[in-house]
């Protein structure tokens, strides 16, 4: 989800909700505690150089139960970002703290934001050697089918 539909969603909204991957929703007492820009270069296992920048936001929880985030509030933490580090119009990426700091895609349902896991992936996999993964069939359901011909692929 891109920043600028997240603060279009947040001036529909009073109160700020995030839901976890397992259906927990984030303690209503949270904070955002950063608003900001990741860059990240590096190099794949292939070679090639990339690059990536997202808009991030850090959800933090303590122990002041009678906070409340308001949707304006967020908003108005959100364009102070865009003024000071010039926040362009990215996806957004959400960090909470869970066994260690997890990372999120961002996704709206219903009346609240969805944090969806991320993974991870070879990005070069033609150049490190990478199988391609192979269609896995269950041989007893194969038994009476006379499709499965050499180079088609079922075994």
Known sequence: ??????VSILHEMDQVQFVLPNGALVPAHFHVTEVGRIQREFIDCGGQVRRESYINFQLWEADD???RLG????IGVIKKAQEV????DEQVEVEYQGASIERYDLEMEGSVFHLRAKT??????????VPKEKIRVNIAQLSND?????????C
């Open 65 to 67: 139960f009678d906070h």
């Open 71 to 74: 949707a304006s509030k967020l």
């Open 85 to 88: 580090i010039a926040l362009q």
């Open 120 to 129: 991870t992936n070879c990005l070069a996999p033609d150049k490190c050697g």
């Open 146 to 154: 006379t499709s499965c011909k050499p180079g088609s692929g079922c």
């Open 1 to 6: 989800m891109k920043l600028s539909e997240v």
